[in-house]
């Protein structure tokens, strides 16, 4: 499933779900503005919902001395 941001000729914006991208071509002709009935309806620009940056895993030991003392210099953990 996919959803879309649409807006009317009228500037009216409304969401629709669809199967994929070619039942919103296959459906298009179909769709009318909720508000105000118009049948000329074109995707809106849409932001993509992103989710919070996880923080990075610390870097596998290089192997040197002080990474088995617990403080690799090469990673920054002196």
Do not use: Q
């Not at 809106?44 to 003392?69: D, E, H, L, Q, T």
């Amino acid at each position: 499933m996919i959803r879309y941001a649409l807006r009317c000729d009228h500037g009216h914006e409304f969401e629709e779900w669809f199967a994929n991208m070619a039942d919103y071509d296959d459906r298009k002709s179909e769709l009318t503005c909720p508000d105000c009935g118009s049948g000329t309806v074109e995707k809106a620009i849409m932001a993509p919902n992103v989710g919070k940056a996880r923080a990075a895993a610390p870097p596998p030991p290089c192997g040197a001395p002080a990474c088995s003392r617990g403080g690799c210099a090469m990673a920054g953990f002196d």
